[in-house]
């Protein structure tokens, strides 16, 4: 099986991307801190938890990805679940899901286009559940950094003003992701936890769709060139990428400043100790990078796509291009959105369907 596998920097220069709420015990009673990872001997590590990036992915390709296929969110009294259904929503099938029978009581519907009356929810009768073929990790600082809080007021208001306080910090944040393409657009029925991706009325849609049947594997499959355009809009909205926390008083550019890349065989990741920092900035280890293009090349399907923005660590940039064409290695080294775009051409070309077996 293929997977994509993927390393992306985001330039945080003085933000607060994901934070934690009040912080107890602080001078001022309404502190926000900003999640971090303390490591034994003190030092501070500012991270984007895995479900906020997740998010920022979700609602970018909401807004700014033509096409895109939302789920509608249901509501019932103290749960919520998406439709779960992939065979009609694309996050659905990029980004899992867990769905339990539940009683018909009141409830609310939400997104995926429409309201409650507009938007068809599948009957449920057995429990549903898909493992994400998108897989994603923590985005942490490259280094530890020391937390800055900022002191404000409240003072448009007669009497005495409102104080309070907020963390912020400058870093780069480094995330890796991996997408396992068999996986995108196929969906099991085995009774099996995590595989169980249809259930008897989601079967019925499917044969009334006529997907492929794949009776060994016991699971449907979309054709080829709807999964194709599925995982397009997923990079898409990658490139595209926005989100954050404090934004009206931190604005960040969240979209990666830098990525890398590749089709491999297998899901494991191959460029998750490529990144080094000296004195807090990111430092491309050349000769982890080397080996890893060396000692892994029969297991990478694709050439490598390098995302990388002009004006960020160009003197970098001169040294990598010159290593990958020493290395006779078939390469793209493009902007961050002609990067993803060009893969996405890559995914379409013929020769390259493989690559979804």
């Not at 409240?154 to 907020?166: L, N």
């Not at 960040?252 to 998750?272: I, M």
């Not at 491309?284 to 297991?299: C, D, G, N, P």
């Amino acid at each position: 099986m293929a997977f994509v596998t993927g390393l992306f920097l985001l330039d945080a220069p003085a933000s607060a991307l994901n934070n934690l709420g009040s912080i107890p015990g602080e001078r001022v009673d309404n502190t926000a801190g900003v999640k971090m990872i303390l490591t034994p001997d003190g030092k501070a590590f500012p991270y984007v938890s895995a479900q906020a990036f997740r998010y920022w992915v979700r609602t970018t390709a909401e807004r700014r990805v033509p096409g895109w296929k939302a789920a509608p969110v249901i509501r019932e009294e103290k749960i919520a679940y998406t439709d779960s259904n992939p065979l009609r929503w694309w996050d659905d099938d990029l980004f899992g899901y867990m769905r339990a029978p539940t009683k018909r009581g009141s409830r609310e519907t939400r997104g995926g286009g429409g309201t409650a009356e507009q938007e068809s929810v599948t009957s449920t009768v057995e429990p549903v559940t898909r493992s994400s073929p998108f897989r994603v990790s923590t985005l942490v600082s490259i280094a530890p950094v020391k937390i800055t809080t900022d002191f404000g007021v409240m003072a448009r208001h007669e009497g005495d003003p409102v104080p309070f306080e907020h963390q912020l910090y400058r870093t780069t944040l480094q995330g890796l992701f991996s997408l396992d393409l068999h996986a995108c657009g196929t969906f099991s029925y085995r009774n099996k936890a995590g595989y169980r991706h249809l259930d008897e009325p989601r079967i019925k849609e499917a044969q009334e769709l006529q997907l492929e049947h794949l009776e060994q594997e016991k699971a449907y499959r979309l054709p080829l060139p709807e999964r194709i355009q599925r995982i397009r809009a997923l990079f898409e909205a990658l490139a595209l990428l926005e989100g954050g926390a404090k934004l009206a008083i931190h604005y960040t550019d969240v979209a990666p400043v830098l990525c890398l890349l590749a089709v491999t065989r297998g899901g494991n990741h191959l460029f998750g100790h490529v990144i080094g920092a000296r004195g807090g900035v990111p430092q491309i280890k050349r000769e982890a990078l080397r080996e890893t293009l060396t000692v892994m090349r029969a297991e990478i399907l694709s050439p490598l796509y390098v995302g990388w923005v002009r004006g960020y660590l160009d003197e970098q940039r001169e040294e990598i291009e010159q290593d990958l064409a020493s290395l006779d290695l078939a390469h793209v080294i493009r902007h961050p959105r002609e990067a993803f775009r060009a893969f996405g051409d890559d995914l379409a070309q013929p020769a390259n369907s493989f690559w979804f077996e």
